[in-house]
């Protein structure tokens, strides 16, 4: 136990200095900037990119043509009895992780569980135990480089 503590402490920055990419050979995306943020620049180690923000905080250019594997990590793909009748740029079925959350606390009921202000363990629990009783999992779009 005390020799995985010991990795993860050295191996895993969390920063809000965007500098901190240079080191990192995984970077997770989760800003609520407005745009794209990521510079080949500041990314010379990185392998992957799991961005999970909206609108994307990872620039077209790195998201379809480096040596970058990128994950778009903030969707949701629906149930089949759930359907979206506007057009949100997304394929049939799939939706921001944002709108399936408030989807599912209309589906279930469970108001209470939103994930504003003060996140508790016990809540995010209980949604993803929701999500999988009513079928609504993850959809990741990659780049497809390996």
């Given at each position: 136990?005390?020799?995985i503590h010991e990795l993860t402490r050295k191996n895993i920055v969390c920063s809000t200095n965007i500098e901190e990419n240079n080191r990192a050979e995984i970077v997770i995306v989760t800003t609520s900037a407005?745009?794209?943020?990521?510079?080949?620049?500041?990314?010379?180690?990185?392998?992957?990119?799991?961005?999970?923000?909206?609108?994307?905080?990872?620039?077209?250019?790195?998201?379809?043509?480096?040596?970058?594997?990128?994950?778009?990590?903030?969707?949701?793909?629906?149930?089949?009895?759930?359907?979206?009748?506007?057009?949100?740029?997304?394929?049939?079925?799939?939706?921001?992780?944002?709108?399936?959350?408030?989807?599912?606390?209309?589906?279930?009921?469970?108001?209470?569980?939103?994930?504003?202000?003060?996140?508790?363990?016990?809540?995010?629990?209980?949604?993803?135990?929701?999500?999988?009783?009513?079928?609504?999992?993850?959809?990741?779009?990659?780049?497809?480089?390996?």
């Open positions: 136990m005390g020799l407005n745009g794209a943020i990521l510079d080949t620049n500041l990314l010379k180690n990185a392998k992957v990119i799991y961005d999970i923000t909206q609108p994307k905080n990872t620039p077209d250019h790195i998201m379809q043509g480096t040596d970058i594997t990128y994950i778009d990590g903030g969707l949701i793909k629906l149930p089949e009895n759930v359907k979206i009748s506007m057009d949100i740029s997304l394929p049939k079925g799939v939706a921001f992780s944002c709108l399936s959350e408030t989807i599912l606390l209309a589906i279930s009921g469970k108001y209470y569980l939103k994930s504003e202000k003060d996140l508790k363990v016990e809540n995010i629990k209980e949604l993803s135990a929701l999500a999988i009783e009513h079928n609504f999992n993850s959809y990741l779009i990659t780049n497809g480089n390996k």
